[in-house]
């Protein structure tokens, strides 16, 4: 298989837990969305943008299904994209019932590991490369970007 990389910058990576800073309630960060209104994306969603997703398919939508479920109107490249992630989904799923494919590798993990409270943001890449490698990536983590 070969692999494109996906650069994940820390300007413009959104991640949960610990990281979430509040004042008066307010998360200084914004929510964990594939695109929040705050500019900054979760792992899924700087994904997104690598294959071409219009900022307007992803805003404030937690998972690439909500780009067709939640909107009238979706892009030809954010359907696509949700139907992506979908069958990556699927895969997994039937390889792990057959014993073929290690839990690290389910996409769906993507969502949790990127808001996991217990790490770094150099462990949070480290456990993330094995699901964007399954799916055809290698991450370029740059955190002073």
């Known amino acids: 298989m070969s692999y494109e990389t996906l650069v994940i910058k820390g300007s413009e990576w959104r991640r949960g837990g610990d990281r979430d800073l509040t004042k008066n309630g307010y998360l200084l960060q914004g929510e964990t969305f594939l695109l929040n209104g ?76 990127n808001d996991n409270k217990r790490l770094s943001d150099a462990a949070i890449i480290a456990s993330l490369e094995p699901i964007f490698n399954r799916i055809g990536y290698t991450l370029d983590w740059r955190p002073n970007e």
């Open 38 to 113: 705050q500019g900054l994306r979760c792992c899924v969603g700087i994904l997104g943008r690598a294959r071409g997703v219009p900022d307007a398919d992803m805003l404030a939508n937690a998972v690439p299904g909500h780009i067709v479920k939640g909107n009238s109107d979706p892009s030809d490249t954010g359907r696509q994209f949700a139907a992506d992630w979908l069958q990556w989904q699927e895969e997994w799923e039937e390889e792990w019932e057959d014993k073929n494919r290690p839990p690290e590798t389910d996409p769906a993990r993507a969502f949790s590991q």
